[in-house]
């Protein structure tokens, strides 16, 4: 089996968490930015593989599925908070959500 090189993980895994960075910073959309800190996750998450394979050490990989769990759970509650607040405040901008009203 041939297994990519160190770099390809490392460039992907750049790549992915340069893309969720920069959709954090322009865009204000909510539910756009939400997706955009799950691809800085995901970002990491090919590093961490990428190092783990390289290093041919699977306590990389366990990491990886644990924090993919954990990002599950958090995208579950994430959305439904999102969801909940689309509906009592009819927008997902950011710069109309920043205040703390009932």
């Known amino acids: 089996m041939i297994i990519p090189a160190l770099e390809y993980y490392l460039v ?4 992915l968490f340069i893309i969720g960075l920069l ?6 959309n909510l539910l756009i930015v939400f997706m955009s800190i ?6 990491a998450n090919v590093t961490f593989v990428g190092f ?3 290093l041919d050490n ?3 990989q366990a990491f990886v599925i644990f924090s993919l769990t ?5 995208a579950a509650v994430g959305l439904a908070i999102i969801v909940a ?6 927008t997902l901008n950011v710069d109309e959500i920043n205040t703390l009203k009932g």
Request: aromatic letters at 0%; charged letters at 20%.
């Open 12 to 15: 992907l895994g750049a790549a």
């Open 23 to 28: 959709g954090v910073l322009v865009r204000r």
């Open 38 to 43: 799950e691809l800085i996750l995901l970002g």
């Open 52 to 54: 783990a394979v390289a």
């Open 58 to 60: 699977m306590l990389g």
């Open 70 to 74: 954990v990002a599950a759970a958090e």
């Open 85 to 90: 607040l689309s509906r009592h405040r009819d």
